[in-house]
């Protein structure tokens, strides 16, 4: 089976699915689907892929290489070249012509790298910088290769953006994820005291029609996440009041419920 043909093979976009992006919502995973028919590159062979993060959006990786079969097997893909800069280096644009000397030895600090491309369509190249200092390069690769890693960035960052037919909404493996997965999920929305109002008799009718424990632990945990969603979900009273009557219920259908766990409220951050 051709890469092409894995892309239309139903049995295999369900195994793809469920090996490399089993986190990935539909649309997200349609996304990645459609590059990979555009790419004609095969997840099976990692050279593509695609990375989920909790609430973040999906992230979809192309290896370097993978970037340049792809556009050199395009068209209009005519040719690209890229180097890196150094501080003793000889560097110019001119007419939007890079003229780059160098010589082999005493070439000092690395600042950053270039990349060319030429489309056949275009008249003239297009070309883009990446700076060193935008990477950080206290990662135990980019200190042993720093150069290779700042020439693949630059690379992949200007065959992208030169046929974003092809590469759009995707990265390099080399760049930065673009959102930290550690980063805190986005501002809460808060919950106004009349939808409060409405929050706690929703879950009073659903506690109050509870006939065993797992019902009961259901409904708290579904409140939970509730309250993982929205700020002030309830207001402190109310949940002291659910809980109360929780114990009431505990009692009334006489069975030994283990205490429902609640969530701390996070407070409040400071402007």
């Known amino acids: 089976m051709s890469d092409l043909q894995l892309w239309k093979d139903q049995n295999k976009l369900d195994e793809v699915k469920k090996l490399f992006a089993p986190k990935l919502t539909e649309d997200e995973f349609n996304t990645f689907v459609w590059i990979g028919k555009a ?8 050279e593509i ?8 959006p999906a992230s979809i990786f192309i290896g370097r290489d993978w970037y340049r079969k792809s556009a050199q097997s395009n068209k209009e893909y005519d040719y690209h070249t890229v180097d890196a800069v150094y501080s003793n280096d000889v560097f110019e644009v001119e007419n939007w012509e890079v003229k780059h000397k160098y010589s082999i030895t005493n070439r000092w600090d690395l600042a950053w790298a270039y990349c060319i491309v030429k489309r056949k369509w275009a008249s003239k190249t297009m070309f883009n910088f990446v700076d060193i200092k935008e990477y950080n390069t206290n990662q135990s690769v980019w200190k042993q290769k720093p150069a290779t890693m700042i020439k693949k960035v630059a690379e992949a960052q200007w065959l992208r953006w030169t046929f974003q037919e ?3 909404w995707t990265y390099d493996e080399s760049e930065e994820i673009p959102v930290n997965q550690n980063q805190e999920s986005p501002e809460k929305p808060w919950v106004n005291n009349e939808d409060q109002e409405k929050n706690f008799w929703v879950y009073y009718d659903k506690m109050m029609a509870v006939k065993n424990e797992d019902e009961l632990r259901k409904v708290f945990i579904d409140l939970n996440k509730e309250r993982k969603k929205f700020k002030d979900y309830l207001s402190e009273d109310q ?8 114990d009431e219920i505990k009692q009334k259908i006489n069975e030994n419920i283990v ?4 969530i701390p409220e996070e407070p409040i951050k400071s402007k």
């Open 39 to 46: 790419t004609s590159l095969n997840p099976f062979l990692r």
């Open 49 to 56: 892929w695609a990375v989920k993060y909790q609430w973040l």
């Open 166 to 168: 092809l590469f759009a």
């Open 239 to 246: 949940l002291k009041e659910l809980v109360g009557l929780k």
């Open 259 to 262: 205490d429902a766990e609640i």
